[in-house]
């Protein structure tokens, strides 16, 4: 079974990079499209990125496009989220996600099987 465990939360400035990692210490990566989403304070949770199992295929939402990228590594069974400029509004627990989600459904939370418990990005101005 799968099972998500993200690292790489903080407290950054405004302007600063991040690194988040997941991992999925099940072993069972194999074949799932692997997404990152975020949950802001007061909001819903929020399609951030997602890659195709052969990490061909990204998916940006469009808050984030041209400033996070997301990459995956099948040996480690890993998928990372690097988030460049980030702004105060970036401020959110980030939530790794594994699923079968294909096409117009890939931003979808429902179309997400496994859930990590999430990791708190905040960022200062």
């Known amino acids: 079974q799968v099972q998500l465990l993200e690292s790489g939360g903080g407290l950054v400035q405004a302007g600063d990079s991040l690194r988040l990692s997941c991992v999925d210490s099940?072993?069972?990566?194999?074949?799932?499209?692997m997404g990152w989403f975020r949950q802001r304070p007061g909001k819903e949770r929020e399609f951030v990125a997602a890659?195709?199992?052969?990490?061909?295929?990204?998916y940006y939402g469009d808050s984030v496009k041209g400033r996070l990228t997301i990459s995956r590594d099948n040996a480690k069974n890993t998928v990372d989220l690097l988030m460049n400029s980030l702004k105060p509004e970036d401020t959110a627990v980030y939530y790794c996600?594994?699923?079968?989600?294909?096409?117009?459904?890939?931003?979808?939370?429902?179309?997400?099987?496994?859930w990590g418990q999430g990791t708190q990005v905040t960022v200062s101005s």
């Open positions: 996600a594994a699923g079968r989600a294909a096409g117009r459904n890939t931003p979808l939370a429902e179309e997400y099987a496994y």
């Open positions: 099940g072993g069972t990566f194999r074949g799932y499209l």
């Open positions: 890659v195709s199992w052969s990490g061909n295929t990204t």
